[in-house]
């Protein structure tokens, strides 16, 4: 008797196609889906509004429907940001092949996409059509009513002109005079004694630097600028000079202004700091010694 005999590897190959064949029955999410054709979008008579619809895709159990505006789109571009922050998408069941987008921007462009894909969540991402073409949403909002025809009312007779008499002039009014400002004495200086505390002392910010002014006080010989931050003591107590946090940073300034080219110290972001300043009238008698 003749006995027949097949090749090994003809029985492997076989064996594999059946596995293979089985495992796609058992498992039909991990076969290959395939992508739906560009959709077909179209916009309704309602404004912000698109009907999207698309062919079967082979091995799809559920449809991601997207889409993007033109705007949304231009903006994300010119933020530096991703585009697909402004994507937005729906999805949908197998057994629908069209959906309706709404909620949109009247008389604006939209771009569409669809995805297949085999599980809603998890699984292979989807397999995506090509970008519909550009679509504009209807800006008709709510159907125009076409008003009743207004009456066309009867003319009423014209009067007759009536003259209106010459307005009187006003007279114009006697300006009164201003007196002139009173000058208010400086004030005098006790002789031997320190000088009076400088009036009008003010700081102002110029960028990095701060601008410091004051009155003269009579009978100084030189001034001296103290400073106080906040930020690096905790506060600035005190109504006199020698408390903690003060210290001169100008020993003898002769005329009546100083920038002080300090940097505070703090560099943290939204933090309030506060730097005071104190000017101080001396001679050869002292200083006047007040704080504020």
């Known amino acids: 008797m ?16 059946v596995a293979v064949l089985l495992f796609a029955v058992v498992n039909p ?8 054709a560009a959709p077909v979008v179209v916009a309704t008579s309602n404004g912000g509004e698109l009907q999207v619809s698309w062919n079967h895709a082979f091995g799809a159990r559920f449809y991601t429907v997207g889409w ?6 231009q903006d994300m571009q010119s933020a530096g940001r991703d585009w697909l922050d402004a994507f937005h998408y729906a999805t949908v069941s197998e057994s629908y092949t069209n959906h309706t987008i709404s909620g949109l921007k009247p008389a604006s462009d939209y771009y569409v996409i669809v995805g297949a894909q085999a599980a809603r969540f998890g699984g ?5 059509s090509g970008w519909s073409a550009l679509v ?3 800006d008709d909002v709510c ?6 025809p207004t009456a066309t009312p009867i003319p009423t007779p014209t009067p007759a002109v009536t003259l209106t008499p010459m307005p009187t002039a006003t007279p114009i009014p006697t300006p009164t005079p201003t007196p002139a400002p009173t000058n208010t004495p400086a004030p005098t200086l006790v002789p031997g004694s320190t000088p009076l505390h400088p009036a009008n002392q003010s700081v102002t910010e110029a960028g990095r630097n701060f601008f410091i ?29 020698y408390r903690p946090g003060w210290e001169k940073i100008a020993p003898q300034v002769t005329t009546t202004t100083y920038i002080d080219t300090y940097v505070p110290e703090a560099t943290l972001p939204n933090l309030i ?8 009238a001396c001679n050869r008698y002292g200083c006047s010694g007040v704080l504020r």
């Open 273 to 280: 700091l506060t730097v005071y300043y104190s000017v101080q």
């Open 143 to 148: 159907p125009a009513m076409t008003p009743a």
């Open 29 to 36: 999410a991990v076969a290959q889906t395939s992508a739906p």
């Open 213 to 241: 002014s004051w009155d003269v006080s009579p009978g100084t010989t030189y001034y001296e600028i103290w400073r106080c931050d906040s930020y690096i003591v905790g506060y600035c107590d005190g109504e006199f000079l």
């Open 136 to 138: 504009t949403t209807s």
């Open 68 to 73: 993007v505006s033109e705007d949304e789109y």
């Open 2 to 17: 003749r006995v027949l005999t097949v090749p090994t590897s003809i029985i492997s190959l076989a064996l594999l196609a």
């Open 124 to 128: 292979e991402p989807p397999a995506w």
